[in-house]
Every structure is written in C-alpha cells, then in structure tokens.
C-alpha cells in the first residue's frame, strides 16, 4: 500500500469510528451522581457503597473502553480523560472493597490516604481543565465543576470541612456530564444540534 493510500485508510477508520464521548460520559455522570448523593448525606451511610458495581463495571470499565476508542479517533484529550477516570473509579471501588473485606487496615489514617489520593487527581484534572477550553462549554463545564469537587473532597477527607459541600457540587458535575453525554447522542442520532456544546476551540 502506498504511503497515501495507507493515509486515506487511517482517515477513513477514523471516520468510521462512532463516537465513544457519551458513553464516557454516561458513565462518568451515573458513577458520580449516585457517589455524591452518598456524599451529600441525602441517602443513609449503609447505602453509600451502592456506587461500588457502578465504579467497577460503568464509570470503571466502559469508561476505560470509551477511552481505549478515543485512541483510535486520534483524540488524545478524550483518551486520556476517559482513561484515567475509568482508571480511577477502579481503582477507588478497589479500595473501598479491600477495605470492606479486611484487607486494608487505614489504622485510623484512612482519611488522609484518600486525600492523597483524591488530591493526585486533583492535579491531573488541573491540567485537563486547563486544556478543556479547548474543546467545547460543555466539556469545559464537566472540567470546571469536577476541579471545584476534588478540592472540596480534598479538604474533607483531610477533616477540614463537611463531605457534603463536595456531594453537592459532585451532583452538579454529573448533571453537566449527562447533558455532553446527551447532546453526543442526540446529535448523532437527528444528525443536527439538538442539545448544543458550544465549541470553544478556534476554527
């Protein structure tokens, strides 16, 4: 195969891809509602860990998928992003789990090891943000509240403030994912803007 030729069929795979965003997305906003609803106090303690097969198997695992295709539509911010949260959300449920079964002891630290934890990603979602204004309002506004939930859950579990504060900005953060998650799908589907996204990069 010629090296154009070899081109125009990476171009053409590209465009054949469907868009793996809202499936991201979705997944992304479910985990991080039903997570923030526990977080807000507005369910009982014992039914927090309901996220938990949520982070594993939507947030978690169709996330990462989601990332793994943005990869192939030569989207390195939708990779990375996606990648990552999908990482995370295994990782936090893998945490949470080992810790049910009595295989982490925290010996009353386990406050701090989150807020490490959370604070590590707090950094890398720092620098997305930063880049998300390049892509589109809607995206931007994901990354923007989700920088604003981090610091919040940062400070709690480092004992500064209420987890609440962070569980309802974490709603809010949900609520902005479905509506990019929506608009991909909606869009797609009628072939014209439904549910605009307002790009922000220029053209």
Request: charged share 10%; glycine share 12%.
């Amino acid at each position: 195969m010629l090296p154009e030729d070899k081109i125009n069929a990476e171009v053409s795979q590209i465009k054949a891809t469907a868009d793996p965003s809202p499936l991201g997305l979705g997944g992304f906003a479910l985990t991080t509602f039903v997570l923030s609803i526990g977080n807000a106090q507005l369910i009982p303690l014992a039914a927090k860990p309901a996220f938990l097969g949520l982070a594993f198997f939507y947030g978690g695992l169709a996330q990462l998928l989601a990332g793994m295709q943005e990869f192939k539509k030569n989207n390195v911010f939708g990779a990375t992003a996606f990648s990552t949260y999908g990482a995370f959300w295994l990782s936090l449920a893998t945490l949470v789990l080992l810790e049910s079964l009595g295989a982490i002891n925290w010996d009353g630290h386990g406050g701090t090891a989150l807020g490490v934890f959370l604070l590590g990603f707090t950094i890398f979602n720092t620098y997305m943000w930063l880049a998300s204004f390049g892509t589109s309002a809607a995206v931007c506004g994901v990354f923007t509240t989700l920088e604003i939930t981090f610091i919040l859950l940062v400070l709690a579990e480092f004992g500064i403030i209420s987890s609440v504060y962070g569980g309802f900005m974490g709603i809010i953060t949900a609520a902005i994912a479905w509506y990019a998650s929506a608009a991909g799908v909606m869009n797609s589907v009628y072939k014209r803007t439904i549910l605009p996204v307002f790009p922000l990069e220029k053209k």
